[in-house]
């Protein structure tokens, strides 16, 4: 059974930066991608990010240039830097994980079957 425990969460100011980390643990094959989403009160769920393991990255449009995602393999942990903050980003921040090598359709949470808790972002003004 896989499962993935978020840290690194916090409040900070506009402008300020954090550093997610998302350990997995029980993976039986390289074969997977991990994917930061995000959820604010009273939105839906938005994908943030994704890495395959030997496969690339991708981002969403409103992360590009701000958010970087990163994999310590040795370490089975994926990171989430995230850099000029703004309060819109404020959510919590959930990593996930799914069987698949490529990128194809990241976005889409029901090909992720393995989910973190979550940890809070809070960015003021």
């Known amino acids: 059974q896989v499962q993935l425990v978020e840290s690194g969460g916090g409040s900070v100011q506009s402008g300020g930066s954090l550093r997610l980390s998302c350990e997995v643990a029980g993976l039986s094959s390289n074969d997977y991608c991990v994917g930061w989403f995000r959820q604010s009160p009273g939105k839906e769920r938005e994908e943030v990010a994704v890495?395959?393991?030997?496969?690339?990255?991708a981002y969403a449009d409103f992360v590009k240039g701000r958010f970087a995602i990163s994999q310590d393999k040795a370490e089975n942990t994926v990171y989430l830097q995230m850099n000029s903050l703004k309060p819109e980003d404020t959510a919590i921040y959930h990593c996930?994980?799914?069987?698949?090598?490529?990128?194809?359709?990241?976005?889409?949470?029901?090909?992720?079957?393995?989910w973190g808790p979550g940890t809070q972002v809070t960015v003021s003004s």
């Open positions: 996930a994980a799914r069987p698949q090598w490529s990128l194809d359709a990241w976005w889409l949470e029901r090909h992720y079957n393995s």
């Open positions: 890495m395959a393991r030997y496969s690339g990255t």
